[in-house]
């Protein structure tokens, strides 16, 4: 897998082409069940996460989690973007939320 030297699986945040609404920004195909995740959101960012650091968490059933048994996307701004005027600025103050779309279908 693809990693920084000694790290193995992903760890990447992919720019996704800028888009006004709820647009699609990832798909995934389990070839063997059929099963597709849709991953749809209104942010700038798709983070790509494989579990690199689990070390045999439990799990259901008697199973535990280990490097690469998990696969997680996250939609979010740049990770870096605080310290770039050119991106988009989130800020949220203690007490707020903000209002912004992820979802799976």
Known sequence: M??????????????????????????????????????????????????????????????NYGPHSSLSLETQNYPDAVHHVSCALLLIDSGNYADRVGRCG
């Open 2 to 63: 693809f990693g920084a030297p000694g790290v193995t699986g992903f760890d990447l945040n992919y720019c996704l082409t800028p888009s006004v609404g709820d647009t699609a920004a990832a798909r995934v195909v389990h070839r063997d069940s059929g099963r597709v995740l849709q991953v749809f959101t209104d942010q700038p960012g798709l983070q790509l996460y494989t579990g690199n650091h689990l070390d045999g968490i439990p799990g259901k059933l008697g199973t």
